[in-house]
């Protein structure tokens, strides 16, 4: 086994998901992150025309971007890109001015009022170290999110995206996002 | 989640910092030139004494608009070069220290003894700062050039330098803000200089009013090709154009900004400026014929019309030349708050 660096990413099947929110929840409890803000959401979507309606829901978090615009902004370096790919904020660097929230492409990013400091999701670093899932990932009912190291190719991400068909989100910011729905 | 999160304290910062750089730009332009001419001198002074205030008042607002104040010194404990705010933050602590300096340097030095004359006796080591910069105005003049052009592009660049903002992602921004700061640098100097008791030659607004008169110009060609060029970018771009094209900032763009806050002051200033422009002349205060040397127009002037009016004839009023200054300096605010919320509002789809 080569010592490749790893790339985590998330992959989305999003027709499964049944908008139950559990996913928000969990990241909630896990993150400590207060009423009103969230990591994590789901985008909903009415298509059709009446009577052939269909409600389309689609989870979105930080899109772990291979260069990202808010790293690449920070002033201090507080926003930084971990070596296993995970986009990540140092709190005791921020200075909360905020501008990595006006850089997101996907509006990943939230103000804490309360610390002073920005914050989004970080796929669970602490779990991820202790060798844990993202809570997200762990908690969804319907298996919507696959998440793992696309560097590995023996891993659920790596085959899934070999085999079926996927799009990224708002490709054209030229950030290299690393969440890829399925279709 | 979408939020608006520069807000006012922003808006009023990149004016207020932009008015600095102007100021300093005009004051430090004119003694570089001005090659001992006195009226100018004026001009170069009251610039100079004017210019670190707003950008202070502003860096101060900036500090509280941070999620702790105290913080804020964070940011000179790195420098990151992809980061536009990173090297404004520098660019601002040196640009602070050359236009505190260089005004120290025009306080006269009666002025400045008699302030160290009054210091406690705890204070009087600070008797060390008691000594006569006068001479290094120039220098200091030259060094700052670049870093007021800096201070003044840079908060432009700031907003322009993301690709998920559309409606800034373009480096017309920059120029825009640019020549936005510098004229109001010239209108400042031009409100103060027209209201000051000091008896004052209108003709020594000459340079003062070419100033202007052109980064208003430059600036209405910088707003034209930003259309011009968002109409016929990507579907992101356009999307965007349409919060000031049939948007919520329609009106306050058009009519208040691009009406009353350039084209107004500009063609006020245009009028006044006239004679000097088309004629080659100077702007003659209330004078006998007989003082008006050689110029041929403002002798033609006087022959069409009789004695006693020349200055009417060449278009000079106090009145008029703070009412474009106050709306070049209302322009520059707008022109800020727009930018700065029309900015965040606006999105790839």
């Known amino acids: 086994m080569t010592n490749r660096p790893k790339r985590y990413a998330l992959a989305i099947d999003a027709k499964k998901c049944i908008d139950c929110k559990a996913c928000v929840v969990a990241c909630r409890a896990e993150n400590g992150v207060p009423l009103g803000k969230s990591r994590n959401w789901i985008n909903e979507e009415l298509r059709g025309d009446w009577p052939r309606l269909m409600e389309v829901f689609e989870p979105e978090q930080c899109h772990h971007c291979e260069e990202p615009a808010c790293v690449r902004v920070c002033p201090t370096g507080a926003s930084y890109k971990r070596s296993d790919g995970v986009v990540a904020i140092n709190p005791s660097e921020c200075v909360g001015c905020r501008y990595c929230m006006i850089a997101c492409p996907y509006d990943a990013r939230f103000f804490r009022e309360d610390l002073g400091v920005v914050e989004k999701c970080d796929l669970c670093a602490r779990r991820l170290d202790r060798g844990e899932l993202p809570a997200c990932v762990e908690t969804c009912p319907s298996k919507v999110r696959i998440f793992g190291d696309l560097n590995d190719p023996t891993s659920e991400i790596h085959q899934i995206l070999e ?6 989100k708002k490709r054209e910011a030229g950030t290299g996002p690393n969440i890829y729905y399925l279709l | 989640m979408k939020t608006i999160e520069w807000q006012y304290l922003i808006v009023s910062y990149l004016f207020l910092g932009g ?32 210019a670190p205030w707003p950008v202070m008042i502003g860096c101060t607002l900036l500090v509280f608009d ?7 010194y964070k940011l000179f404990l790195h420098f990151r070069w992809e980061s536009p705010m990173s090297i404004g933050s520098w660019l601002l602590l040196f640009f602070i220290g050359v236009s505190v300096l260089y005004a120290y340097g025009w306080i006269p030095s009666s002025v400045r003894k008699a302030i160290f004359a009054k210091l406690p006796t705890r204070l009087r080591f600070l008797q060390i700062l008691n000594r006569d910069v006068s001479s290094w105005r120039r220098a200091l003049a030259i060094a700052g050039l670049p870093m007021s052009v800096g201070v003044a592009i840079y908060t432009g660049v700031l907003l322009g330098a993301v690709q998920s903002r559309p409606f800034w992602n373009t480096n017309l921004v920059a120029q825009l803000f640019l020549f936005s700061a510098l004229s109001g640098g010239c209108a400042l100097l031009i409100l103060v200089l027209g209201a000051s008791s000091r008896k004052f030659e209108m003709h020594e607004f000459q340079s003062l009013y070419l100033l202007d008169v052109s980064f208003l110009t430059l600036e209405f060609f910088i707003v034209v090709p930003y259309f011009i060029h968002g109409e016929l970018s990507v579907e992101a771009v356009r999307q965007s154009l349409r919060l000031v094209l049939g948007g919520p900032f329609t009106i306050l763009f058009w009519v208040f900004f691009m009406g ?3 084209l107004l002051p500009w063609a006020i200033e245009v009028y006044e400026a006239l004679p000097l422009l088309l004629r080659h002349a100077q702007f003659v205060p209330r004078v006998d014929t007989a003082t008006v040397a050689a110029p ?3 002798v033609s002037i006087l022959a069409d019309t009789g004695e006693q009016a020349p200055s009417r004839k060449l278009h000079f009023s106090r009145g008029w030349a703070a009412a474009a200054a106050v709306l070049v300096l209302m322009g520059g605010v707008l022109v800020r708050y727009i930018f700065v919320f029309a900015g965040q509002m606006s999105t790839i789809q």
């Open chain 2, 296 to 298: 041929g127009a403002a």
């Open chain 2, 260 to 262: 009353l806050g350039l």
């Open chain 2, 19 to 50: 008015l600095s750089a102007g100021l300093f730009f005009v004051s430090a332009l004119t003694e570089v030139f001005r090659n001992g001419d006195s009226p100018k001198e004026e001009i170069a002074r009251v610039g100079a004494l004017l």
């Open chain 2, 66 to 72: 941070l999620g702790h104040w105290y913080r804020f």
């Open chain 1, 163 to 168: 085999k079926r068909q996927y799009r990224v």
